[in-house]
């Protein structure tokens, strides 16, 4: 057996088990969400009418809405923040996008003339690279939470649009409902 066929063994090995290994932590982190999404229902009574939740280290992050209650359940690392639809003042979406440009192309100068050939193209891309999600609260101690849906739950550039949409279209409900009681 030569020593590239070694090195083609150990390999293959070595990407079987980082593919096993991410599947466990994937198992692991799933089973993790479950287990603390299911204790929140049962310890807090919390009826979960939408949620935006992701799991890392077996650490869930998020916001949960509960809308019989009318309470939103602020997660970071495990640690439930509990506060009432109430207390919610205003919210914004913070997205960061950032826009690459590529050319490839060659160019001829004229050998005999002032004339140039440039053949080409130009590729610009916008890669939304941060989806930040900001709640602002009646609270002096504590008066904002902040949630990156890109950077801290993993979701891809699309999900993480799509979901911070929906969660825009409840925390508007919310924020309209909470100026109304105001204006009583």
Avoid at 24 to 32: F, G, I
Avoid at 43 to 65: C, E, M, P, R, W
Wanted: net charge negative; charged share 25%; hydrophobic share 40%.
């Amino acid at each position: 057996m030569s020593i590239w066929e070694i090195i083609g063994i150990i390999a293959a090995v070595l990407v079987v088990l980082f593919i096993v290994y991410f599947i466990v932590d994937a198992n692991k982190n799933a089973k993790a969400e479950k287990e603390f999404l299911d204790n929140l229902k049962e310890s807090h009574g919390f009826d979960i009418a939408y949620q935006i939740t992701g799991t890392n280290a077996q650490k869930v992050k998020g916001i949960l809405l509960d809308n019989s209650a009318q309470k939103i359940a602020l997660v970071k690392n495990n640690v439930i923040q509990m506060r009432p639809f109430n207390d919610l003042i205003s919210f914004e979406i913070i997205t960061d996008v950032k826009t690459e440009t590529e050319t490839k192309g060659t160019s001829q100068d004229g050998l005999f003339s002032n004339t140039a050939v440039h053949k080409g193209t130009t590729t610009t891309m916008t890669v939304t690279t941060s989806v930040k999600i900001k709640i602002i609260f009646d609270d002096l101690d504590n008066p904002s939470y902040e949630l990156d849906l890109i950077k801290e739950l993993y979701m891809s550039e699309k999900k993480a649009i799509d979901e911070a949409s929906k969660i825009n279209d409840y925390l508007s409900v919310i924020v309209h409902r909470n100026q109304q009681k105001l204006a009583k």
